[in-house]
């Protein structure tokens, strides 16, 4: 593996992000812990949550980010991880808000959670319409200039957005977004793709995408209606990814893992992080199983005639 720098920035990663919307949700603390071992001891060490994650659990409260902190201090690996948060999301105030006045009271609750004194990649997780983007780049900066954020992202953000969030930081001298996180997979390219692709590799701006996997789909566990019962999330993903361009796409991995042995899911995320302007997937795991297959498919080279056919199916 080679690791890739953030942005411009001293952060360095190597080709995978683990998610955490899972923590908390269908991975419990217990079983949540042995991942995070797993992910460090295959050689990675960038863990993406949000403060939002994962309170659509009835009775959760923000347990991603407490879970990473206390695995954090039970471990004592601190300076080991890096830890990439994200504040914006509904939090119960009936809206997004990247308001300066939410940023700066947030992130103190992010810290408190997670319990360490910075963040090393605060992101912007959703646009605010309500909010100008000046405020919010201001309250980044203020955050970076007090030491509790080593560097900023933003995440959902279009070629709009991210080109006047650019010049913002650029003519006022304020920390720069460093990574976007969209969605991007083989099924769902057109938020990357294109304008913001080409954004990010002309401004060396680090792309780090989640849904790498699409909810799972492109695993190829989910081949039929029946395969809806395999998961909570089965149903959403048969009724979405299910139709002709899925099967192609599915066609496709069969067709490249019968030439590379890989299974469908590292071809999917290998494929991802070949893409230029791309740091890393992000793609999240339930077993340790599941990281060491993460971590085969960081390590899987992509032939030109891998990627093409790939590619054609979108």
């Known amino acids: ?15 995978l992000v683990l998610g955490t919307n899972v923590v908390g949700w269908t991975a419990d603390e217990r079983t949540s812990f042995a991942i995070f071992d797993a992910y460090l001891s295959e050689g990675f060490n960038a863990i993406d949550t949000a403060d939002s994650y994962s309170r659509w659990v009835p009775g959760n409260d923000s347990e991603s980010e407490k879970i990473i902190g206390r695995w954090m201090q039970a471990r004592g690996n601190r300076d080991k991880v890096l830890v990439f948060t994200k504040v914006g999301s509904d939090m119960g105030q009936g809206h997004r808000d990247l308001s300066a006045k939410w940023i700066e009271a947030e992130v103190e ?32 900066d203020r955050l970076v200039q007090a030491g509790k954020v080593r560097v900023i992202g933003t995440s959902n953000h279009d070629a709009t957005l991210l080109t006047e969030a650019l010049d913002i930081s650029r003519r006022e001298g304020l920390a720069r977004y460093e990574t976007l996180q969209n969605e991007f997979n083989l099924y769902s390219r057109d938020t990357f793709e294109g304008p913001v692709q080409d954004i990010c590799v002309r401004e060396q701006i680090s792309g780090i995408h989640y849904f790498g996997l699409a909810a799972g789909f492109l695993t190829g ?6 395969d809806a019962q395999k998961s909570p999330r089965g149903k959403g993903v048969v009724d979405k990814y299910l139709n002709p361009k899925g099967l ?36 999240s795991a339930t077993t340790v199983e599941q990281v060491k297959s993460l971590a085969r498919a960081t390590r899987l080279s992509l032939s030109a005639e891998d990627v093409a056919e790939l590619n054609a199916t979108g």
């Open 248 to 283: 192609r796409i599915l066609a496709a991995l069969d067709a490249v893992a019968a030439r590379t042995g890989a299974v469908p899911s590292e071809i999917a995320l290998a494929w991802v992080a070949a893409q230029p302007g791309v740091a890393a997937p992000i793609a």
């Open 109 to 140: 609750a992010s810290l408190k959670r997670l319990q360490t004194d910075y963040i090393d990649l605060y992101q912007s997780h959703w646009p605010d319409p309500n909010t100008p983007q000046e405020e919010t780049l201001r309250a980044h």
């Open 221 to 226: 566990k989910y081949r039929n209606a029946a």
């Open 1 to 15: 593996m080679t690791k890739r720098r953030l942005g411009r920035s001293e952060l360095f990663i190597e080709p």
